[in-house]
């Protein structure tokens, strides 16, 4: 095949490639989308099997089959509730598939057209280092991140002194290793490069805490595109460049999202240590205040006399596995003639948009699901909102309290419906640590129990 | 072929800044009901790094850069079979419901 060919192949799957990004805009074209991904994906492999040098296709097909099977084995058997680590895990073997990548690169630069063993083109070395460099860190980070959403590892925010120093001084110290990389090309040092960035990437997820995991995974998954556009570099393959810079850019802007639904800077996220050490004093004064507390039956009756219902769906909601059982009671609500909808806080659950594929699994339409800007100015028509494993999103001190750690974040309007059912565990604070001044509302009813079986309950009552 | 003077790597550097300009864009237009698809995908599209891979495991015989090679291969195809497979699974989801379909 011509190098003219195969770059017009390689164009067409980045096409593909970008059209399936863009079917992503609806619900109804992105399946669509996903086809194209496919597609292109088939296209570029193809091409470069079909390359004069790619002789041993016995070895790749095995390759692809065993990746393959597991692959698919895991994406069919993963509960949705299981995503984030899913995505993290996914993530860890993109960084980890360039390092290899490069590594095989600098062991056998000829058959990658950048020079002999020993004297590596500059240029390729240093793209080569970048790309390794981004992809450890990416396996590392990935691989934390997982155990901290799986729950291995604690997810608690872990900080020590100097944290930030250390961090820097690795990272100034991988900038010298690269250096000397560069100059020597020796496989000791590239090897250095790779465990020194693991552990750059380790020190850099471990501050950062739970529910700032959304930032983190869209991070990472920014991360892996970087990786792949090293290795394009490397490679001088616009293919590669391209999907890196897509995934990029998606991950950076994700990642952008998440931090300004939590009114905090990315840098402030990256940073960490968010919420590890709580502010005994904010939530002393409220210890004497009186909680308003319900049953099922009340929740049930006060929602069987409303018109409008909005559902507030948290982290909680996904960890009490409760979106079938909230379904089957909104559908009750509606059968009677209630208007329900679901408000999705940006940041709500452990990934970008994770509220959403749950309450898409319980089948419940996706046009009754609102974000926060659609759905915000209703609160005040709205009779009662219904908070299930959501907490700080919910929080009026972001908007009165200036010296609340969450000031400034926005919030799901909620205090402006004429009554609040709160489904909780316990009076526990989010996991921002501050205390919610919702609780102790006259309009708020605290229905405290498994969210899962609260839900059941209230379908029990309503259909009593 | 010479790879890598100066005009192959500026040509790079065009092409990667128009493709962030695009992912932009792209990116920004997607729904927010859709992030968790986007990383899916996002996930799978990025294991085109399997082109890399497979350059490295091209040659007969076996040795150090091959069996990176292949590694990286494996790697990443559990990345594109399990990225575009979830998707798929996410998005089936998504499907408009006219009638109120019962049960799981």
């Not at chain 1, 020590?160 to 100034?172: S, T, V």
């Not at chain 2, 040659?59 to 998707?87: E, H, M, R, Y």
Request: contains cysteine; glycine residues 10%; neutral net charge.
């Amino acid at each position: 095949m011509s190098s003219n060919m195969v770059a017009i192949l390689y164009l067409i799957s980045a096409l593909l490639f970008i059209f399936a990004l863009r079917g992503l805009s609806h619900p109804e074209s992105s399946r669509t989308g996903n086809i194209f991904g496919i597609i292109g994906m088939i296209i570029a492999v193809f091409t470069t099997l079909m390359f004069k040098s790619v002789l041993s296709y016995y070895e790749i097909g095995a390759a692809i089959l065993i990746g393959g099977a597991i692959g698919s084995f895991i994406a069919l058997r993963i509960e949705m509730t299981a995503l984030p680590q899913l995505v993290a895990a996914f993530h860890s073997l993109v960084g980890l598939a360039a390092v290899f990548v490069a590594a095989a690169a600098f062991y056998d630069p000829v058959a990658f057209n950048i020079g002999k063993v020993g004297s590596i083109k500059v240029a390729s070395l240093i793209e080569m280092s970048i790309g390794t460099f981004i992809g450890a860190i990416t396996f590392s980070g990935s691989v934390l991140a997982f155990g901290k959403l799986q729950g291995t590892i604690s997810g608690k925010p872990i900080v020590f002194k100097f944290q930030h120093l250390i961090n820097a001084l690795i990272f100034l110290l991988i900038i010298f290793l690269i250096i000397f990389f560069v100059v020597n090309q020796s496989p000791t040092i590239f090897w250095t490069i790779v465990v020194v960035s693991i552990i750059l990437g380790f020190l850099v997820v471990i501050p950062i805490g739970g529910a700032d995991m959304p930032v983190v995974v869209s991070m990472l998954n920014s991360y892996s595109g970087w990786a792949a556009c090293g290795i394009g570099f490397t490679l001088s393959n616009n293919l590669l460049i391209i999907t890196g810079a897509l995934v990029g850019a998606s991950g950076a802007i994700l990642s952008y999202i998440m931090s300004k639904g939590m009114n905090r800077s990315i840098i402030n996220v990256v940073l960490g240590g968010f919420g590890g050490e709580q502010d005994a004093s904010a939530s002393k004064d409220n210890s004497d205040k009186i909680v308003k507390q319900g049953n099922a039956e009340d929740a049930a009756y006060i929602m069987k006399n409303a018109d409008s219902v909005i559902i507030v769906p948290g982290y909680g909601m996904a960890v009490a596995q409760a979106q079938h059982a909230l379904r089957e009671m909104g559908d009750i609500l509606k059968k009677e003639g209630i208007e329900v909808r679901y408000a999705i806080h940006p940041v709500a659950g452990r990934m970008p948009g994770h509220m959403n594929v749950l309450l898409a699994e319980a089948n419940v339409p996706y046009e009754e699901v609102l974000e926060l800007d659609e759905i915000n100015h209703d609160f005040p028509m709205t009779e009662v909102s219904f908070v299930i494993g959501a907490n700080d999103v919910t929080n009026p001190a972001a908007k009165t309290d200036e010296s609340s750690p969450i000031f400034g974040m926005p919030i799901l309007d909620v205090e402006k419906s004429q009554s609040v059912l709160f489904v909780k565990r316990s009076m526990a604070t989010g996991y921002s640590g501050v205390d919610n001044e919702l609780f102790y509302s006259d309009n708020t009813t605290m229905l405290f129990g498994d969210a899962k079986k609260m839900c059941e309950d209230i379908v029990k009552s309503l259909s009593a | 072929m010479e790879a890598h003077s100066s005009e192959v790597f500026v040509i790079g550097l065009t092409v990667f800044f128009l493709a962030c300009i695009i992912g932009y864009y792209v990116v920004w237009s997607v729904t927010p009901a859709l992030h968790s698809p986007l990383m899916g995908v996002t996930n799978a599209i990025s294991s085109v790094i399997i082109v890399g891979a497979i350059l490295a495991s091209g040659p007969q015989g076996f040795d150090t850069s091959k069996i990176f090679g292949l590694i990286g291969v494996v790697l990443a195809s559990v990345n594109i079979f399990g990225g575009f497979l979830v998707t798929y699974r996410m998005l089936s989801m998504f499907k408009k419901k006219t009638k109120k379909n019962k049960g799981k």
